[in-house]
Each structure stands twice: as C-alpha cells, then as structure tokens.
C-alpha cells in the first residue's frame, strides 16, 4: 500500500471513530426517566460508549485493512507471511491503554453503585416476591405495624418517596426490572437483596422479569403504578384497591353486570392476560390454555381451576404451571371472576 493511501486511510479511521462516538451518544437509548437520580446510571452508559465505540471502530478497520491488504492475490498464491517475534512497544501499549480504561469504569460504576444503593430517609417498603410467572407485592396496611400486611399484583407506589424494595423469589431465579428506573436485581429463593429508588414522575411504567424462568418468562410483565401520596394513602388505606368495589363488601346490590365487571378488573389486575387468551379481554397470553370457550366447564368447575388449579388441568398443559396463590383472593373477587369468564367465554 502506498504512503499516501495509508494516510488517507488514518485519517478517514480517525474522523469514522469521532463520528461513531458522537453518534453513540446522540441517540436516545432508554425510556423515559422516571428516578433522577438513577440519570446518573445513564451517565455511565454514555462513559461506556465514549470509552468502548472507538476500539470497535478501530477494531473493525483493521479487521477491514487486513482483509484487503493480506488477501490471496489469486488462485496459485499459497505464501506465508513473513514471521513476526512480537514488538513490545505495541503489546504495552495495547494492555495498558484498555486496562487503565477498565479500572476507571469499574471505579466509576462502583461510586454511583454506592450512591444509588444508599439508605434513604423516609423510606416506603416493599415485599416484592417472584414466582412463575407473576410478582407479588406486600404492603404493610399501616406502616406502624409492618407485620400486618396485603399483597397485590400491581406496584403503586406514591410520587416523590424513597422506596425499599426487599426482593426474594418462591422458586427459580427471576430478575426484578424497571427500565424507566433502569434497575434490575435477581430475585433468588432464600435470600432477600434490596433495591432502592425514587419514583417522581407519575403514570404507568412496565416491571418485567429480566432472568430466562420458565415457559411463561416473557408474560411476566407487570406495572408499576406512580400516584399522587393521596391517590397512594387511600389505595393503601382500601387494601390496595382505587375504589369502593361494585356493591361493597356486604354484596348488596351485586347484579349479575356489575359483578362480571368486577370479573373483568380482577382478570386484569391479577395479570391473568399474561398466561391466557381471552378475546374478550384482549387478552393473547400462550402459557396456559385459551378461555374463550371455558364457559363449557360450568361455573364450579371454572372455579375449581382457580383456586385449586392442578386439580383441573386441561388437555396439552402440565400440573404446576398456574400459581396456586389465586386461592387467597377474597371469596368476592373470585366469584366475580367466575361471573365474568363464563360470561364472555363463549360455547
Ligand atoms: Cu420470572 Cu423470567
């Protein structure tokens, strides 16, 4: 190769390297922030690209010059390159270069680590349990006595508090994720590990499960809900529900409508839709066996397969795949469940 191409070839490598850089850090890789402090985990992504774009960039040019340069010049050309004895100059320079990029990341990562773990004042806490497929959260009723406690399947949480989120699985290993926190942390039967972070922008944000579990791993979906700390104070305050069910807990007044659409809210809160395909719901989930026709089962026995679910196993699906949790429901939610899947489960 010429002089003067091996120059117009630097020169285009190093404008390339400045351009991908540039580039890396103009896009926009994440959703929405939703845990200011948690930016500072964005900053290290950003340090993660400035420091990693330029060596593959480099990388693949001279993976590309190679190719060229070295190639067979046609079908008779069997020669070796010449032998090479190393040169030192280049190996020092080509350890100790990545290694001081290395420690600074790590010193950097663990700094922010330490940060973003501190314990904060103030603190709301939550039990979060995996289990296949879905999480559970347990709140303390009053935060005075923390022994007494609900569970829901929805995280709400109030806008602008600390939050402790104690995190354990029933079963295999599940990995606790808030993109829009940029959070995540294994959940591992037996051991409890700790997650913090301050929600303050309110809405409707995804909690998944980021740890292949199982045959449901990718319907295990949920949402973590951010709302006003009075919206929070009287869900908390109800058991973890926004509004007075339809006909109150002394079931006065519960038409055969207003309890399916309870059915309904409960088929949605309890994420039912993430294992089952129920049209009526929009519901497509795969796991287990589709509801469209299940009112053919007959009340009871769609009953029986809630609450004691390896006792009616349809054909084509295993015992142990639907949680056996569901039994705790209160005794009216599961009737308005039952009244709302044999409505719409057409024969
Ligand atoms: Cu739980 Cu994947």
């Keep these: 190769m010429k002089k003067s191409h091996r120059i117009v070839g630097l020169v285009g490598v190093a404008i390339a390297t400045v351009l991908a850089t540039w580039l890396s850090v103009q896009i926009d890789w994440f959703p929405l922030l939703i845990s200011p402090t948690d930016g500072k985990i964005d900053a290290i992504y950003e340090a993660l690209l400035i420091g990693s774009v330029p060596f593959f960039v480099i990388i693949m040019a001279a993976i590309a010059f190679m190719l060229v340069e070295f190639r067979a010049k046609g079908e008779d050309d069997d020669r070796d390159g010449e032998p090479l004895h190393g040169n030192t100059m280049v190996e020092i320079i080509w350890t100790v270069i990545p290694t001081i990029v290395v420690i600074a990341l790590g010193i950097y990562g663990w700094v922010v680590l330490v940060d973003v773990e501190a ?3 103030n603190e709301l806490t939550i039990d979060v349990t995996g289990q296949q497929f879905l999480w559970n959260f ?12 609900f569970k829901t399947n929805e995280m709400v949480v109030p806008q602008g508090r ?21 959070l995540k942390r294994d959940a591992t039967a037996g051991v409890t590990k ?4 301050t929600p303050t922008v309110t809405g409707a944000f995804p909690i998944v499960c980021a740890e292949l579990c199982g045959i449901g791993h990718t319907t295990m979906r949920q949402t973590l809900r951010v709302v006003k700390p009075a919206v929070f104070e009287e869900w908390r305050s109800n ?3 926004f509004k007075a069910k339809p006909g109150g807990s002394d079931k006065q007044d519960t038409s055969a409508q207003d309890t399916s659409a309870l059915g309904e809210q409960v088929f949605n809160a309890q994420g039912c839709a993430g294992c089952h395909t129920l049209a009526a719901a929009n519901a497509t989930g795969k796991v287990g066996p589709p509801l469209n026709t299940i009112r053919a089962l007959g009340a009871a026995k769609i009953r029986q397969s809630i609450v004691a679910p390896n006792s009616v196993v349809a054909k084509g699906y295993s015992k142990g795949i639907m949680p056996l949790t569901f039994k705790d429901l209160p005794d009216d939610e599961i009737d308005a469940l039952v009244a709302y899947l044999v409505k719409v489960g057409k024969q």
């Design 162 to 182: 600390p939050l402790q989120l104690l995190i354990t699985s029933e079963d295999v290993i599940h990995s606790f994720y808030v993109p829009n926190a940029r």
């Design 138 to 149: 347990e709140y303390a009723k009053d935060e005075a006595r923390p022994k007494d406690k």
């Design 194 to 197: 700790t997650l913090r972070f």
């Design 239 to 241: 058991g973890g529900a």
């Design 119 to 121: 314990k904060q004042k």
